[in-house]
Every structure is written in C-alpha cells, then in structure tokens.
C-alpha cells in the first residue's frame, strides 16, 4: 500500500490549495479515505473522511464549509479542495487510509498560509 501526498505550497490568506493522494496497492474503492493535519505544536486532527465510493463526507467543525474531499475512482485518487485558507490551517496535510486493519499513511505534504 502508498498513498502519495502532492499540492502543498504557500498561499495568502484567502486563497485556495487542492492537495492529491495517489493512492496504490489496494482495491481502493473498498476504502474509507481520510485526510489528517498535524500543525507545529499539535496534535495530529482528522481533518474530512470521504466512505467507499463517495457516498458520505464528514468534516472537522473548523473546516466545514471551507473544505471539500472527493474522490476519482478512476485515478485511484482522493482530493482535498481547500478554499478560503486561513493562517490556522498551516499544517502538514496527510493522507490515510484502514486497509485490512492495518493503517496507512503517506509522508504529507506542506501547507503554509501566510501573507
């Protein structure tokens, strides 16, 4: 199993990211998809789910409405849009997923707002 984070960067506030997990080595529409953020200091927080095939979405209170997963069944590929950014959503994003019991991560990708 892989899941490979991209789409960090650095954004002003206000602004607009989309991170990508490409995801490999496992039938991938069996599986709940979720994106974790952990910031300096803190504690790793699940960020949104996305179920097996996309039927339901849960998001964290501080991200509703701002924050979008999808995922390309496809492309083997979970999405994270991430609009009206905010200087408190600077993170190392992570993809995750339960496969089998066993949980997986990938290395996560920078996200940075600031003006």
């Known amino acids: 199993v892989q899941l490979v984070e991209s789409g960090g960067g650095l954004v002003q506030p206000g602004g607009s990211l989309r991170l990508s997990c490409a995801a490999s080595g496992f039938l991938f529409s069996d599986y709940y998809m979720n994106w974790f953020r952990q910031a300096p200091e803190k504690e790793r927080e699940l960020v949104t789910l996305?179920?097996?095939?996309?039927?339901?979405?849960n998001y964290a209170a501080s991200v509703k409405g701002r924050f979008h997963i999808s995922r390309d069944e496809a492309k083997n590929t979970v999405y994270l849009q991430m609009n009206s950014l905010k200087p408190e959503d600077t993170a190392v994003y992570y993809c995750?997923?339960?496969?089998?019991?066993?949980?997986?991560w990938g290395r996560g990708t920078q996200v940075t707002v600031s003006s």
């Open positions: 996305v179920t097996s095939g996309g039927v339901g979405t």
């Open positions: 995750q997923s339960t496969v089998r019991g066993v949980e997986y």
